[in-house]
């Protein structure tokens, strides 16, 4: 695990934006913890957000790109990841969002920001299903654009309902495009090994990785 992954990992925690006990996912499974992105609600906290998406973009992605943001999380996510990019490493991104409903006044289309051009980097939370990836990719690709990555928050690296595949890999297989985490549940068992307050967490998750890992 690198420094970045433990920072953002501790960063997530302090935030409660990862939290430990008992939840019940949309999946209907009963998991020992839950991560939301969601939760982040300051301007400093978005920002460092933002800086942990930029840190990992510019590790794993290579030449030119822009960024692209689905609605709704994705939104303040990609604009985050924009100015980290710029602010951080001198890295001045275009960047673009949709709007869940096309506007048919004013500049009216369904994509606002900088126009969909060359590579594309999709900006998401999580994966859980990959419907908002697949959106993303249609509207990219309609616009003559071509989906480049998917960069999200957290990889459970669980395995999707009725496969061997976590939803992550389903993605990546659909799409011919990597997805990458700035972290994953491997890097967040090694975190709680390493973490006395918060070590006691480590049998429920390793029992969770054991039944839905892959």
């Known amino acids: 695990m690198k420094d970045y992954q433990r920072q953002f990992l501790e960063f997530v925690i302090e935030q409660r934006a990862l939290r430990f006990g008992a939840f019940t996912l949309k999946s209907g499974r009963a998991s020992p913890y839950f991560f939301d992105t969601g939760l982040f609600a300051t301007g400093a906290a978005t920002a460092r957000l933002g800086r942990f998406y930029a ?39 275009a960047f ?28 998401d939370d999580v994966i859980t299903a990959g419907l908002s990836v697949a959106d993303s990719v ?11 990555a998917v960069v999200i928050a957290l990889d459970r690296c669980e395995r999707a309902r009725d496969s061997e595949r976590s939803a992550v890999q389903h993605v990546e297989q659909a799409h011919g495009i990597p997805v990458y985490a700035i972290a994953t549940l491997e890097h967040l068992i090694e975190f709680l090994e390493g973490a006395d307050a918060h070590r006691h967490h480590l049998p429920a998750m390793r029992a969770y990785r054991e039944q839905y890992g892959v």
């Open 138 to 148: 249609r509207i990219i690709g309609a616009a003559g654009a071509q989906p480049a």
């Open 96 to 123: 673009a969002f949709n709007r869940k409903e096309i506007k048919d006044h004013g500049e009216g289309g369904a994509v606002i920001g900088a126009p969909l051009h060359g590579r594309v980097v999709i900006v």
């Open 55 to 93: 840190h990992t973009i510019v590790e794993h992605v290579d030449g030119a790109f822009m960024l692209f943001g689905p609605a709704y999380k994705g939104i303040p996510l990609v604009t985050a990841t924009a100015v980290a990019l710029a602010e951080s490493f001198e890295r001045d991104v």
